[in-house]
């Protein structure tokens, strides 16, 4: 029997944090600034996944007994040791999402930032006024975990998308979510059904 592409554990489960969180953290934000202030902020949003998350994240040498990738082929065995984790090796996963929740718990908490991601989509938002900062800090932080946003992915500015949804900070003080489902009726117009909530 092979234990080729097997895990021998996965010792935690995923925690990820969907589009009502984000839209939660908005609205916390929101009301804790116009608290603080008397008044509600202009707000920016921020929106972005980790490029090639997987491969960002190096495994120690010492491990790498454990990440060994065998390929057969004409009655030979070659192996390889892997230095990052594997996409499609059930590991990676729980190894990501572990990476992923101690980022946004450190930038919650010692930074005093609003972020929020699911699995390797990462948002944020801030005062309008902060927007350059807010910028500069998570690409600090970026550089220091030496990981990297995808920048072709990256939405800031006043409306964004996150998870198929739009969030629009366009309106002082508060945030209106849309959601667009598109129904294919013909293959060049589909149509599409548009509900939003503000909050």
Not at 18 to 40: H, K, M, N, Q
Not at 47 to 61: E, I, M, P, T, V
Not at 104 to 117: A, D, E, H, S, Y
Request: contains cysteine.
């Amino acid at each position: 029997m092979s234990l080729a592409n097997s895990c021998t554990t996965c010792g935690t489960t995923a925690v990820v944090n969907t589009a009502d969180s984000y839209a939660e953290v908005c609205r916390r934000f929101i009301s804790e600034v116009t608290g603080l202030t008397g008044a509600p902020p202009l707000v920016d949003g921020f929106s972005s996944d980790h490029k090639q998350a997987y491969k960002q994240l190096h495994c120690l040498k010492e491990d790498g007994i454990l990440r060994v990738c065998v390929v057969m082929g004409k009655g030979v065995e070659r192996y390889f040791r892997l230095d990052r984790l594997t996409f499609g090796e059930s590991a990676s996963v729980s190894h990501y999402n572990a990476f992923g929740l101690l980022l946004t718990r450190v930038v919650r908490r010692g930074l005093k930032i609003p972020l929020t991601r699911y699995y390797d989509d990462y948002a944020s938002l801030c005062w309008r006024s902060d927007r350059t900062a807010h910028t500069h800090v998570l690409q600090l932080l970026q550089g220091l975990l030496l990981t990297s946003f995808n920048e072709e992915k990256t939405s800031r500015g006043s409306t964004l998308r996150h998870l198929g949804l739009l969030f629009d900070f366009r309106c002082k003080g508060e945030v209106t979510i849309r959601l667009t489902v598109v129904f294919p009726t013909h293959r060049s117009r589909p149509h599409g059904r548009t509900s939003s909530f503000k909050g």
